[in-house]
C-alpha cells in the first residue's frame, strides 16, 4: 500500500466518522425538539375550527313511555301531571336551549308550539329538560303530526319565516325529532 492511499483511507475514515457523528446529532436533537414542544390538542376556532355546535336530542320519555327516533305514540288526554324528558346534548356549554313541541305544523299553515320550556345552560354538555304537555291533544283523535325541536337560539316573536320557528341572532342550529300522535282518553 502506498502512502497516499493510506493518507486518503484515513481521511475517508475521518470523513465517515463526521457524518456519523453528524447523522446522530441530528437525530437526538429532533428527538428533543418532539418532546419539548408537543403540539396543541386545543380546538382553534379562529381558523375554520367549530365554535358552534347544533344541539342533539338523546332521549324522550313521556307518558310512561320511551319514544324512539320515530313511529307512532300515544297520550292520554286527562293524565295528571304529564310531562316529557328530553336528554339532550350541547358542547356548546353557555347555550340555552329552547324545546318547542308542535302538533300539525306545516309552512302553508303554520301552528304555534303546544308545549315548550327554555332549558338553561347548565355547564355540561349533557343536559335533561322536562316540559308539560297537559296541552299536547286538542282533541281524542288519532294521526296528528307531531315534531319535537330543539333550538340554540330564542325563537323570534315576529312574522319571521319560517313563522314561530324563526330564530332571532344568527348562527343558530335546531334539530328535532318526528312521531304520529294518537290522543286517546283513558281513565
Wanted: glycine share 8%; charged share 20%; hydrophobic share 40%.
Amino acid at each position: 500500500m502506498s502512502v497516499s492511499s493510506l493518507a486518503e483511507s484515513r481521511v475517508a475514515q475521518a470523513v465517515h466518522r463526521f457524518a456519523l457523528l453528524v447523522v446522530w446529532l441530528g437525530l437526538v436533537v429532533m428527538l428533543i425538539a418532539g418532546c419539548v414542544f408537543p403540539p396543541s390538542l386545543s380546538v382553534d376556532t379562529s381558523d375554520g375550527g367549530v365554535d358552534n355546535s347544533p344541539p342533539a336530542i338523546t332521549s324522550i320519555f313521556a307518558d310512561g313511555q320511551v319514544l324512539s327516533d320515530s313511529g307512532t305514540v300515544r297520550f292520554n288526554r286527562d293524565a295528571i301531571n304529564p310531562q316529557m324528558t328530553l336528554g339532550l346534548l350541547d358542547t356548546d356549554l353557555n347555550d340555552t336551549l329552547y324545546v318547542r313541541i308542535y302538533i300539525d305544523y306545516t309552512v302553508d299553515s303554520p301552528q304555534p308550539a303546544r308545549a315548550g320550556n327554555d332549558c338553561a345552560p347548565t355547564g355540561d354538555r349533557t343536559r335533561t329538560c322536562n316540559v308539560d304537555i297537559g296541552a299536547m291533544c286538542p282533541a281524542v283523535k288519532d294521526g296528528y303530526a307531531m315534531t319535537v325541536q330543539v333550538f340554540d337560539r330564542a325563537l323570534a316573536m315576529d312574522n319571521s319565516s319560517p313563522r314561530y320557528k324563526s330564530m332571532m341572532g344568527k348562527g343558530g342550529l335546531t334539530t328535532n325529532r318526528s312521531y304520529t300522535l294518537d290522543c286517546v282518553q283513558e281513565q
